[in-house]
């Protein structure tokens, strides 16, 4: 069964700097991998998808890499902000519907 | 964009209550899902659905059942409230190229 896991399981950071998240899988057989944000009590914000051909997203601040031979996805966040705040999820896709999540990483940007 | 709506943000219910959560998305998807989420657990697949009048069992289907009667709407039906129910609940939709999901449904079970 795949296993998705996220280190650091929580991170604190001064604002303006920049951070990496890091998300591993088990089984590289995957379609897709989606990275989340997650605002206490909230629901699921889909910040970047990448398709198991790509190498890598961007969308405005964020970049999301993919190698899918080592089971290895990284979300990068340039400048942080205290707006950034929030738990990150990673979850990878292996067909049928099967969406496996990771166990998240906590961050909090310092003002 | 995508919007998966959940009727309700939070639900306080007394135990042995039917509860019926309610979850509609705008864009004619076929794949919606239901989750829970609980601290330490993460989110667990209770039901999913393909299309109208069809549904999967997930991981943790047990004191569930789901309904979808039209294609944008997918409930998901406790049919007799437990108080180890009590958790969030994430609708999300998806046409095959990611999850949307709704805002949460936070329900407690007294």
């Known amino acids: 069964k795949q296993e998705v896991t996220q280190i650091p399981a929580a991170l604190s950071v001064p604002e303006g700097e920049n951070l990496v998240l890091n998300c591993s899988f088990t089984d590289s057989a995957i379609y897709n991998l989606q990275w989340f944000r997650q605002d206490p009590g909230k629901g699921l914000t889909s910040l970047l998808l990448?398709?198991?051909?790509?190498r890598e997203q961007t969308s405005g601040r964020l970049n999301a890499s993919l190698d899918k031979s080592s089971g290895r996805s990284t979300l990068y966040i340039a400048a942080s902000q205290p707006g950034d705040s929030a738990t990150y999820l990673c979850?990878?896709?292996?067909?049928?519907?099967?969406?496996?999540f990771g166990t998240g990483t906590r961050l909090t940007v310092i003002p | 964009d995508v919007k998966v709506t959940q009727s309700s943000r939070y639900l306080v219910k007394r135990t042995g209550e039917k509860v019926f959560l309610e979850c509609v998305q705008d864009?004619?998807?076929?794949?919606m899902f239901w989750y829970r989420q609980d601290p330490g657990l993460g989110l667990r697949l209770i039901y999913f659905?393909?299309?109208?009048?069809?549904?999967e069992k997930g991981d943790i289907p047990e004191g569930y059942s789901v309904s979808r009667e039209k294609k944008e709407r997918f409930s998901l039906i406790l049919e007799s409230a437990s108080t180890n129910q009590t958790s969030m609940y994430l609708c999300a939709s998806n046409p095959g190229y990611g999850y949307t999901f709704g805002s949460g449904t936070r329900l407690t079970v007294v």
């Open positions: 659905s393909y299309d109208v009048k069809m549904k």
């Open positions: 990448i398709q198991s051909s790509q």
């Open positions: 864009m004619d998807h076929e794949n």
């Open positions: 979850a990878v896709l292996t067909g049928a519907n099967n969406l496996f």
